[in-house]
T-cell receptor
């Protein structure tokens, strides 16, 4: 089954404790992206990657890191989480690079930072 | 940069009625406008999209219209059913370059009352 998987689905942590949210897709997509979803703000892009070893900042990259060492994986790293990073996070992947195309979203990771 | 506004933020309709969600965008160069449906506890899923060379597109009970002059597009759901209850996001692409970046609206919570 074609899908995007994220782990963990739920995470409660404390300020400053490094964490990684994994994302994997099995569709051989080149484009992958991370979003955060907050009430009243919709989906905002954190980082994206157009291919292996190619990553770039989205609209809200502060406090986050990503890596793309393999085509299928795109982990999101919070080196020193803070309470304002409490949010619902989605990973997405897409085959098309230019001109628009369907993005496939993972099930989401709900992160709480206390 | 592109800005997408979405209205209303919440919408309640009776089963069988129609529902309309409206979005406006700011960048006249945007040429791809998808609509995503997010059910509770799941990631967003593409339900319909339209490109700027088309004014209207239908898929069974769902239709999207695009007015390029006014820079707005709308989602129309006819004969609503309880399973249509979800959060709906509109989006517009950020034109130019080789990216697949989407700018999302803030979402509409649709409740279909049986």
């Amino acid at each position: 089954e074609a899908q995007v998987t994220q782990n963990p689905r739920y995470l409660i942590t404390v300020t400053g404790k490094k964490l990684t949210v994994t994302c994997s897709q099995n569709m051989n997509h080149e484009y992958m992206s991370w979003y955060r979803q907050d009430p009243g703000l919709g989906l905002r892009q954190i980082y994206y990657s157009m291919n292996v070893e190619v990553t770039d900042k989205g609209d809200v990259p502060e406090g986050y890191k990503v890596s793309r060492k393999e085509k299928r994986n795109f982990p999101l790293i919070l080196e020193s989480p803070s309470p304002n990073q409490t949010s619902l996070y989605f990973c997405a992947s897409s085959l098309s690079l230019a001109g628009g195309g369907e993005q496939y979203f993972g099930p989401g990771t709900r992160l709480t930072v206390t | 940069g592109e800005n997408v506004e979405q209205h209303p933020s919440t919408l309640s309709v009776q089963e069988g009625d129609s529902a309309v969600i409206k979005c406006t965008y700011s960048d006249s160069a945007s040429n791809y406008f998808p609509w995503y449906k997010q059910e509770l506890g799941k990631g967003p899923q593409l339900i319909i999209d339209i490109r700027s060379n088309v004014g209207e597109k239908k898929d069974q009970r769902i239709a999207v219209t695009l007015n390029k002059t006014a820079k707005h597009f709308s989602l129309h759901i006819t004969e609503t059913q309880p399973e249509d209850s979800a959060v709906y996001f509109c989006a517009a692409n950020l034109p130019g370059g080789a990216t697949n970046k989407l700018i999302f609206g803030t979402g509409t919570l649709l409740a279909v009352q049986p």
